[in-house]
């Protein structure tokens, strides 16, 4: 499961917020925004790389249309919070609650005071009760679209975090300890586990057959990252824009979408498609295969292909500057 570090109530947090309200009103809130809390509001190209924690949603006009992506209402999407204007149809207000499947609207300017609260209020609904689990599932749409890149990228980066990570990995060109799925829950399988190069708390093992993954018992192990290979049932799907990928977005169960380099159907109807999930977007690149099959990951990669993957990870500002810079 993947941790989002960006959900974290309390109106002093500079809060990632996407405001999809019609104008002018869009303007009028944009602007209170500003100068009253310490919130950034982030677009449609931002939020591929800060997901929202907020919504702020708007009545008719170009509700709809504005920031599609980021803003669509979906199970683990972030919460939606319709504001009403004075001179909005009431039965058009209905609608968008109906909609963006949310109790909580605020009439503006007149209750924009309780914004800040209703946000708070929001976020702690949202926030999961229980820790995050210790094991995060990718998965790939088909043979070859990256998706063991993907895994160590996101088990280097935890480990960049000060996470002791081991990933489980499936395909050619690694030779690491191999071990069976079950083995995943023994004791002690984080110190037999073979190291990745350059990262002390990232280790790794190859996984010999498609036994499901068990949770980890071992005490000096802080997260399981498994490459499942094909598989849409995962926390992270990763795909390219093809047919595949499509029939993959229909049937994945995964809250996090990993779009790898471009292809024949457009990134309009990949977003579409994702229902409302956000997209992250990889360039195709050859540098990017090597470092992995050479077990040089994220070492080897370029800091720009590794930032998009950073909310995934949920890592901090501080932590992925640092990486970046390490990245090269």
Avoid: K, Y
């Amino acid at each position: 499961m993947i941790q989002d570090t960006s959900r974290v109530a309390g109106p002093a947090q500079a809060l990632p917020v996407t405001c999809a309200v019609p104008e002018p009103l869009g303007a009028a809130v944009r602007d209170w925004i500003g100068a009253s809390t310490p919130w950034q509001v982030v677009d449609d190209e931002l939020a591929a790389l800060v997901p929202p924690a907020v919504v702020l949603r708007g009545v008719g006009g170009g509700a709809d249309a504005a920031v599609e992506p980021a803003g669509r209402r979906h199970p683990g999407g972030p919460p939606v919070i319709v504001l009403v204007g004075s001179d909005d149809d009431p039965v058009e207000v209905g609608r968008a609650a109906a909609r963006w499947a949310t109790e909580r609207l605020l009439r503006w300017p007149q209750e924009r005071e309780r914004l800040p609260a209703l946000v708070d209020e929001a976020l702690a609904d949202e926030v999961p009760t229980t820790a995050p689990e210790r094991v995060l599932r990718v998965g790939g749409a088909a043979g070859g679209v990256g998706t063991t890149t993907v895994a160590l990228c996101l088990a280097g980066l935890l480990a960049w975090h000060g996470e002791r990570v081991l990933v489980g990995i499936r395909g050619a060109g690694h030779t690491p300890r191999v071990v069976p799925a079950a083995g995943l829950a023994g004791p002690g399988v984080f110190a037999r586990a073979d190291a990745v190069a350059g990262l002390d708390r990232c280790r790794r093992v190859l996984l010999v057959d498609d036994d499901p993954v068990p949770e980890p018992s071992d005490p000096e192990l802080d997260r399981l990252v498994v490459d499942l290979g094909v598989a849409t049932e995962a926390d992270v799907l990763v795909f390219q824009p093809d047919r595949a990928g499509m029939a993959a977005l229909e049937a994945t169960t995964a809250g996090a979408l990993v779009c790898n380099g471009p292809g024949p159907i457009p990134l309009a109807r990949v977003r579409a498609a994702a229902r409302g999930r956000v997209v992250t977007t990889l360039e195709r690149s050859a540098r990017v295969a090597r470092a992995a099959v050479a077990d040089r990951v994220p070492a080897g990669v370029p800091g720009r292909w590794l930032a998009p993957l950073h909310p995934l990870a949920g890592i901090g500002p501080r932590a992925r500057a640092s990486a970046a810079v390490g990245a090269g």
